[in-house]
């Protein structure tokens, strides 16, 4: 394939490259919010996909959510399915603060944070014993655990003098946004920034008509504070994945008996990644709690457990960028699900009613299929089609004249394990 | 002092008597060769070395320090390195991620700092130079970006080499590093191993079943049949050893 366009890392194409990219998703991450304002409906074929900014608020938690899944399943390759009852935890936590304790949301986190990472320490513990189906057992018993944990009226917290169900308020949901909703403030000069996109030419008609109502500006608010919380959590997660503790967390999923004899330290190395993962999941809570403003222990069951794992296949396992593609794949597939209406080549009355769960499981089914190890795996094989980017000491002999091997972990024979056969 | 002191190490597995009272030692700058036929328990006594497997009794130091009091992944701090006969690296980094982590004991980013970003440029930078310059002495830096996964079988053989070596080992434990090479490729290893040692002031252990190439390399030969040590000594010694000869006679080697 000589038509493709070769970069050489480092290089000023690679910059402008890069920038561009860069640049595009920074446009997408902060224009389509005031182009969808409410609700952005699509059509394909008879079909009419709606995209609403609660669907986008949700997305930017799950994504954080499912980037925790992400560093516990995909780097360290440890089969956790737990991840739902740690963002229960988070989100509980911080509406308790928040309307008990009229703490404001984000500042919830300096709480969140450190109980989720302990706590999920605590529950790595038993991945230093357990692996692989019997490990994704043990965790999926946590998640379904936390709604009923989140009604208990028998255990009382110290320093509260309150019992579980009454600081959570039970089966009733805890309510938040009543006692505190988060305001757009004065200074941001929505309607101005509104004004300067519509008065584009061309493309200022996708961004509406007039000024917008408080109840928008205070989403979009909302939105912007959400958006920052996931950049900080990428940013350092990315920090963490590229260094000697990433590819440490790497070579426990690939070989625990290699990476042991490399020094790797395994079982402070499982726990702190264990830690790690349950406190992004914790963040998620916390997100979803801003988002919300009401939580409800159903909704931290089984369901969103699995959910999340889904995200993860879906987007992509070992690219961070999967989790992003991970988050909005969870909100968006059932919503799309539901819409579909009419496929060509499908008998127009098999898709009558409600056969969006249908519609769903088929979907994820083809993906897996079509695109193994994820959609962010299937662009990239399909862009490397077009555009080769290569270290300056290969470029010298142009191209590589064989494309690094993929490697999908989950999709590989599993490893030997350690404590019964070790290799010779 | 020697450098490795083994003394009447026993291993068994179940009724499998793996290893039984054996004891040798190592000096330091030494090459020494541990042969044997197949099943003889070479590979059994390195993860023994390596705390993959306790021994049922028996004791090795090294350079002075108990080795059954650390923890595995302590014993590489200690300056012992190792390959595996059957190749464990990790195939979902590239070349140049999987030396690094071989340089694991010689860093010191942890999960705060990492994530933090504080002084960890230096550290990669650092790491990074080393890595490459140990796949340069492999003659690998030009498969540093490649992903491990899908390379030949010698290519993968040499990544363990670097591995090992970018951790500065005092003692370098290969596990038939010649095994699945063809011919020339073997002796150009052999030639390699002699300079590294020379260079890096290496002690070697050397696991192998090409005799020509143990013959010519090492300074001390340990044979060991069905767990028990039967003979040990110069090149010459041990080649015309009674004992030796009958062991190696029922094997094809
Ligand atoms: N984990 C284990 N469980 C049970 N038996 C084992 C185990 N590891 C090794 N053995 C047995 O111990 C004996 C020695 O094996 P070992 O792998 O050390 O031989 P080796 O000298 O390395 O042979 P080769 O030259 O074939 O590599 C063999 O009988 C083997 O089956
Ligand atoms: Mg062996």
Same mark, same amino acid.
């Given at each position: 394939?000589?038509?493709?366009?070769?970069?050489?890392?480092?290089?000023?194409?690679?910059?402008?490259?890069?920038?561009?990219?860069?640049?595009?998703?920074?446009?997408?991450?902060?224009?389509?919010?005031?182009?969808?304002?409410?609700?952005?409906?699509?059509?394909?074929?008879?079909?009419?996909?709606?995209?609403?900014?609660?669907?986008?608020?949700?997305?930017?938690?799950?994504?954080?959510?499912?980037?925790?899944?992400?560093?516990?399943?995909?780097?360290?390759?440890?089969?956790?399915?737990?991840?739902?009852?740690?963002?229960?935890?988070?989100?509980?936590?911080?509406?308790?603060?928040?309307?008990?304790?009229?703490?404001?949301?984000?500042?919830?986190?300096?709480?969140?944070?450190?109980?989720?990472?302990?706590?999920?320490?605590?529950?790595?513990?038993?991945?230093?014993?357990?692996?692989?189906?019997?490990?994704?057992?043990?965790?999926?018993?946590?998640?379904?655990?936390?709604?009923?944990?989140?009604?208990?009226?028998?255990?009382?917290?110290?320093?509260?003098?309150?019992?579980?169900?009454?600081?959570?308020?039970?089966?009733?949901?805890?309510?938040?946004?009543?006692?505190?909703?988060?305001?757009?403030?004065?200074?941001?000069?929505?309607?101005?920034?509104?004004?300067?996109?519509?008065?584009?030419?061309?493309?200022?008609?996708?961004?509406?008509?007039?000024?917008?109502?408080?109840?928008?500006?205070?989403?979009?608010?909302?939105?912007?504070?959400?958006?920052?919380?996931?950049?900080?959590?990428?940013?350092?997660?990315?920090?963490?994945?590229?260094?000697?503790?990433?590819?440490?967390?790497?070579?426990?999923?690939?070989?625990?008996?290699?990476?042991?004899?490399?020094?790797?330290?395994?079982?402070?190395?499982?726990?702190?990644?264990?830690?790690?993962?349950?406190?992004?999941?914790?963040?998620?809570?916390?997100?979803?709690?801003?988002?919300?403003?009401?939580?409800?222990?159903?909704?931290?069951?089984?369901?969103?457990?699995?959910?999340?794992?889904?995200?993860?296949?879906?987007?992509?396992?070992?690219?961070?960028?999967?989790?992003?593609?991970?988050?909005?794949?969870?909100?968006?597939?059932?919503?799309?699900?539901?819409?579909?209406?009419?496929?060509?080549?499908?008998?127009?009355?098999?898709?009558?009613?409600?056969?969006?769960?249908?519609?769903?499981?088929?979907?994820?089914?083809?993906?897996?299929?079509?695109?193994?190890?994820?959609?962010?795996?299937?662009?990239?094989?399909?862009?490397?089609?077009?555009?080769?980017?290569?270290?300056?000491?290969?470029?010298?002999?142009?191209?590589?004249?064989?494309?690094?091997?993929?490697?999908?972990?989950?999709?590989?024979?599993?490893?030997?394990?350690?404590?019964?056969?070790?290799?010779? | 002092?020697?450098?490795?002191?083994?003394?009447?190490?026993?291993?068994?597995?179940?009724?499998?008597?793996?290893?039984?009272?054996?004891?040798?030692?190592?000096?330091?700058?030494?090459?020494?060769?541990?042969?044997?036929?197949?099943?003889?328990?070479?590979?059994?006594?390195?993860?023994?070395?390596?705390?993959?497997?306790?021994?049922?009794?028996?004791?090795?130091?090294?350079?002075?320090?108990?080795?059954?009091?650390?923890?595995?992944?302590?014993?590489?701090?200690?300056?012992?390195?190792?390959?595996?006969?059957?190749?464990?690296?990790?195939?979902?980094?590239?070349?140049?991620?999987?030396?690094?982590?071989?340089?694991?004991?010689?860093?010191?980013?942890?999960?705060?700092?990492?994530?933090?970003?504080?002084?960890?440029?230096?550290?990669?930078?650092?790491?990074?130079? @080393?890595?490459?310059? !140990? #796949?340069?002495?492999?003659?690998?830096?030009?498969?540093?970006?490649?992903? =491990?996964? +899908? &390379?030949?079988?010698?290519?993968?053989?040499?990544? @363990?080499?670097?591995? !090992? #070596?970018?951790?500065?080992?005092?003692?370098?434990?290969?596990?038939?590093? =010649?095994? +699945? &090479?063809?011919?020339?490729?073997?002796?150009?290893?052999?030639?390699?191993?002699?300079?590294?040692?020379?260079?890096?002031?290496?002690?070697?252990?050397?696991?192998?079943?090409?005799?020509?190439?143990?013959?010519?390399?090492?300074?001390?030969?340990?044979?060991?049949?069905?767990?028990?040590?039967?003979?040990?000594?110069?090149?010459?010694?041990?080649?015309?050893?009674?004992?030796?000869?009958?062991?190696?006679?029922?094997?094809?080697?």
């Amino acid at each position: 394939m000589s038509a493709r366009w070769t970069i050489v890392q480092g290089s000023p194409q690679h910059r402008i490259y890069r920038w561009v990219g860069w640049g595009s998703f920074v446009a997408a991450v902060l224009l389509i919010p005031l182009i969808v304002a409410d609700v952005a409906v699509i059509n394909i074929g008879s079909n009419s996909y709606k995209f609403t900014m609660s669907q986008l608020t949700l997305a930017t938690s799950w994504a954080v959510a499912v980037l925790g899944v992400q560093v516990i399943v995909g780097y360290t390759g440890q089969l956790t399915l737990g991840n739902s009852f740690f963002a229960g935890v988070g989100a509980y936590l911080t509406a308790i603060l928040v309307a008990d304790y009229h703490w404001s949301y984000v500042s919830t986190l300096v709480v969140v944070l450190p109980i989720t990472f302990l706590l999920g320490m605590a529950i790595g513990l038993p991945a230093l014993r357990i692996r692989g189906l019997y490990l994704a057992l043990v965790t999926i018993s946590i998640a379904a655990l936390l709604p009923s944990f989140a009604k208990l009226d028998t255990i009382s917290i110290p320093f509260t003098g309150k019992t579980i169900s009454e600081l959570t308020n039970g089966s009733n949901g805890k309510d938040i946004k009543s006692i505190s909703k988060i305001k757009s403030p004065d200074w941001i000069p929505w309607d101005g920034i509104a004004g300067f996109f519509q008065g584009i030419p061309v493309v200022g008609k996708f961004f509406g008509e007039g000024g917008l109502s408080a109840r928008q500006e205070d989403t979009l608010y909302k939105y912007l504070i959400m958006l920052a919380i996931a950049v900080i959590a990428f940013w350092l997660v990315r920090n963490l994945l590229n260094s000697r503790v990433g590819r440490a967390l790497q070579a426990i999923r690939d070989n625990e008996t290699s990476a042991a004899v490399s020094g790797v330290d395994l079982a402070l190395y499982k726990t702190l990644a264990f830690g790690v993962s349950a406190a992004l999941a914790g963040v998620a809570g916390t997100m979803y709690a801003i988002d919300i403003g009401f939580v409800n222990s159903d909704d931290f069951g089984l369901f969103l457990a699995v959910n999340f794992v889904v995200g993860l296949v879906v987007g992509g396992v070992i690219n961070m960028w999967g989790a992003v593609v991970g988050g909005l794949a969870i909100v968006l597939i059932p919503s799309m699900a539901r819409s579909t209406q009419s496929v060509p080549l499908v008998k127009q009355s098999w898709l009558q009613g409600p056969v969006g769960p249908f519609v769903q499981g088929v979907l994820l089914i083809l993906l897996t299929f079509v695109l193994p190890g994820g959609i962010v795996y299937g662009i990239r094989r399909l862009r490397a089609r077009f555009v080769q980017v290569v270290p300056p000491e290969l470029a010298a002999k142009g191209e590589m004249e064989e494309p690094p091997e993929d490697y999908i972990p989950l999709m590989e024979e599993p490893p030997p394990e350690l404590s019964e056969s070790v290799p010779d | 002092m020697p450098l490795l002191d083994v003394a009447e190490v026993s291993v068994q597995f179940g009724g499998i008597r793996a290893l039984t009272d054996f004891s040798f030692t190592v000096d330091e700058g030494q090459i020494c060769a541990l042969i044997g036929p197949n099943g003889a328990g070479k590979t059994t006594f390195f993860n023994v070395v390596s705390r993959i497997y306790d021994p049922t009794s028996g004791a090795i130091t090294f350079d002075g320090e108990n080795l059954l009091d650390h923890a595995p992944h302590e014993i590489s701090r200690l300056g012992l390195y190792r390959t595996f006969q059957n190749l464990a690296l990790w195939p979902g980094m590239t070349v140049l991620q999987n030396v690094m982590v071989g340089g694991h004991s010689r860093s010191k980013q942890n999960f705060l700092t990492a994530t933090l970003r504080i002084g960890t440029g230096r550290e990669e930078k650092r790491l990074t130079e @080393e890595a490459m310059a !140990a #796949l340069e002495e492999v003659d690998l830096a030009d498969h540093a970006h490649f992903q =491990a996964a +899908g &390379l030949p079988y010698g290519t993968l053989k040499r990544i @363990e080499l670097a591995r !090992a #070596l970018i951790g500065e080992p005092r003692l370098l434990m290969l596990d038939e590093p =010649a095994s +699945g &090479l063809t011919h020339s490729e073997v002796d150009e290893l052999a030639e390699l191993l002699v300079k590294l040692r020379t260079r890096h002031n290496l002690t070697m252990l050397l696991v192998e079943h090409h005799m020509a190439m143990v013959m010519k390399m090492s300074e001390k030969i340990v044979v060991l049949n069905f767990g028990q040590k039967i003979a040990e000594g110069d090149p010459d010694t041990v080649r015309n050893d009674p004992k030796v000869i009958e062991a190696y006679l029922g094997s094809s080697t």
